[in-house]
């Protein structure tokens, strides 16, 4: 088994049978884990074929993941949001990137091509907190709480994540910078969607990454 997709997932009963669908193509195993959903979410993920693992109650994106990491088999980890805001064509290229040059980690940049945004505190937050990381580690990043990552399962399983929210993104790119895992960076397209269409990150979550890079960079 070369790549398993973890889906991370909460009320994305709009969206979840198109994510599925689309992540099944490039992937030898997908884990959708529901994170405490109230709408048809999990019903939908098994309309479709697929296995969920869910939580009782809502814990938030980084225990999803973490979860779906512990149950992962293959070379590597590929995480997919349940929304549609990527395109599941670039998660590919992404995927035999990886495969082809054997990296331990390749992300898509929203940063490295023109994109939309809907609003600019998030971009001025994203583009800030990526710079505080690189900071931190000595190493340029330009998007550090992308969705789209590929990673050495082998690297990522090795680690403790301590984070429970969307700080996760900073947590992860901070151990691998940490442990000195290079981060090959491609760009990606990026669709970002609005409040009224389900996004949940809020400004705060800026704040609660920037704490995760500075608790790794301190030892935790």
Not at 16 to 23: D, K, M, T, Y
Not at 63 to 69: S, W
Not at 72 to 98: N, R, T
Not at 210 to 220: H, P
Request: hydrophobic share 40%; glycine share 8%; aromatic share 10%.
């Amino acid at each position: 088994m070369k790549v398993a997709v973890v889906i991370p997932a909460k009320d994305e009963e709009k969206t979840i049978g198109h994510v599925v669908e689309g992540a099944k193509k490039h992937a030898d195993l997908v884990i959708v884990v529901d994170d405490g959903s109230k709408d048809r979410t999990v019903e939908i993920v098994r309309k479709h074929g697929f296995k969920v693992i869910s939580h009782e109650k809502n814990q938030g994106k980084g225990e999803a993941i973490k979860t779906g990491i512990k149950n992962a088999l293959g070379k590597y980890i590929a995480i997919q949001d349940a929304d549609l805001e990527y395109k599941f064509s670039e998660l590919k290229f992404l995927i035999e990137l990886a495969l082809e040059k054997e990296l331990p980690a390749v992300y898509g940049s929203r940063f490295l091509k023109k994109n939309p945004y809907r609003y600019l505190s998030y971009y001025l937050g994203n583009r800030f907190l990526s710079f505080v990381i690189g900071l931190l580690f000595f190493k340029k990043v330009t998007d550090a709480y992308t969705c789209y990552k590929v990673v050495s399962a082998r690297i990522l399983k090795k680690f403790s994540f301590f984070s429970r929210g969307f700080e996760i993104e900073s947590e992860i790119t901070s151990r691998l910078l940490k442990a000195g895992v290079k981060i090959t960076e491609v760009p990606i397209s990026y669709r970002p969607r609005g409040f009224k269409e389900g996004k949940k990150i809020r400004p705060l979550d800026a704040v609660k990454g920037i704490w995760a890079a500075l608790k790794v960079r301190v030892g935790c």
